[in-house]
């Protein structure tokens, strides 16, 4: 079934380029005139000798500017109309459905440092959930926490909720710990993780433990959709962000439709008990946790699976300095964690450099957006006409793409894409940032 999609988007957007080609033929095209009398002045024996021959002859530099000029045209405007096309497409349909009458017992996590006003949220919402409270229990893990989060969580448990505290003084700082601490305190089977200040919405544990009946499907995570989207220029293009690639939102939807393989955001996921510990629970120095399980989980075939209504609420940092210590720590740890991995076998790295390609093309789309409107308005100026349409197209593609997000995953908020430049700008950072981390970096709190 993947390889017929793969096929029929492909044959779209073929036929879409044949088109162009037909209305507007290479006489049309200066650039493409150029290119096709470079590669058409070829030396001829050149296409006559042996592939071994090739390496010992003396090439005219027209020879070899046609060949970099040829297979340049070949990547630019064939390579990436068909990869962004397959994918604008693949983005529109609806997903698979499941029996949410699956209940099985549930530990709910939630690891919070100093964040009593959050973890009372996610508490409430959790509270409110349709899943049977019977069939769950919910653990506040706040070890070294000093605000009033312990007297909140006993508010709830005066109340006969089913909620643990677990505020042992542990032995190293950040999350990892924090989850392992609660992985070995839980009485259930299946184990849900939430980050502190996470809102749930009433059907989201039914509709994230659906996918488990299937025992194929090991792991299940959903979307994450910005709760604070309209308090400033930067909350918006996260909202972005988050609708298309960072919520998980609309690409995590296209690459499960696509076949390919799903990775885990360690804010809205599950994961049976059995599995986690097969796979060495978390790694405590870890500051991208949800990779190493994601890999850890793909080295050993365990079907990671995305629910797109499993939905919930969360506020994202609004201010500069808070953005960018979260944004470091999330580029710190995957470099430095997926190095790790790389090393580990051959398998994790497969996978690994699979993630960094889908992550240079599909988490840069607003980077590529850009770069196909300065290609539109060089050919417009050159009055390139077919590589305007193609340009224009590829522009359709990506921005699309971004649109279809915001329908599916930004709650039609459509006025948040007059804040596509704050978009760029978020993206951009984490592009820059790559290359100027610091040499070492703790978990810290990011939120407001």
């Not at 000029?69 to 983005?91: R, S």
């Amino acid at each position: 079934m993947t390889k017929i999609r793969y096929l029929f988007y492909s044959i779209i957007v073929i036929f879409i380029f044949a088109i162009y080609h037909i209305i507007f033929p290479r006489e049309y095209s200066y650039l493409m005139r150029v290119v096709d009398y470079i590669f058409n002045n070829l030396n001829q024996n050149l296409l006559n000798n042996s592939l071994s021959s090739m390496f010992y002859r003396n090439l005219h530099p027209l020879d070899i500017l046609g060949i970099f000029a040829y297979l340049g045209l070949l990547v630019l405007f064939i390579f990436y109309p068909l990869l962004f096309g397959i994918f604008f497409f693949a983005g529109f349909g609806g997903y698979k459905k499941y029996d949410k009458s699956f209940e099985p017992g549930l530990s709910v996590i939630i690891p919070s440092l100093n964040e009593a006003d959050g973890l009372k949220s996610t508490l409430d919402t959790i509270l409110k959930s349709d899943y049977p409270k019977e069939k769950m229990e919910i653990l506040a893990v706040i070890s070294g926490s000093t605000d009033n989060s312990e007297e909140i969580c006993k508010q709830y448990i005066n109340q006969e909720h089913p909620i643990r505290i677990l505020n042992k003084s542990l032995k190293k700082k950040g999350k990892p710990p924090a989850l392992n601490y609660a992985v070995s305190e839980a009485k259930n089977e299946i184990l849900v993780f939430y980050d502190s200040g996470a809102k749930l919405l009433p059907d989201t544990l039914h509709n994230l433990i659906a996918p488990l009946r299937n025992k194929k499907n090991r792991a299940v995570v959903g979307p994450l959709k910005v709760e604070n989207w309209n308090k400033n220029t930067l909350t918006r293009g996260t909202a972005l962000e988050n609708a298309t690639y960072n919520g998980p939102g609309l690409f995590h939807e296209t690459f499960q439709r696509l076949g390919r393989t799903i990775w885990l955001y360690g804010r809205n996921w599950a994961i049976s008990k059995k599995d986690l510990e097969e796979v060495g629970n978390f790694d405590e120095d870890a500051l991208a946790e949800d990779l190493l399980i994601s890999v850890q989980l793909a080295v050993k075939n365990k079907k990671i699976v995305f629910a797109p209504n499993a939905v919930i609420y969360s506020k994202e940092p609004e201010k500069s300095q808070n953005f960018k210590k979260q944004r470091n720590r999330w580029i710190f740890g995957y470099r430095r964690d997926a190095g790790k991995l790389m090393q580990s076998s051959t398998k994790a790295l497969r996978t690994v450099i699979t993630r960094n390609f889908a992550m240079l093309h599909f988490a840069h789309f607003p980077l590529f957006t850009v770069g196909s409107i300065i290609f539109t308005l060089i050919f417009v100026l050159i009055q390139d006409y077919y590589l305007v349409l193609v340009s224009l197209t590829m522009f359709i593609f990506l921005f699309g793409h971004i649109v279809n997000g915001v329908r599916k995953y930004g709650d039609k908020h459509y006025s948040n894409l007059l804040y596509f430049p704050w978009h760029i700008r978020n993206v951009g950072y984490m592009f820059v940032s790559q290359f100027r981390l610091p040499e070492t970096l703790e978990w810290e709190k990011t939120g407001e």
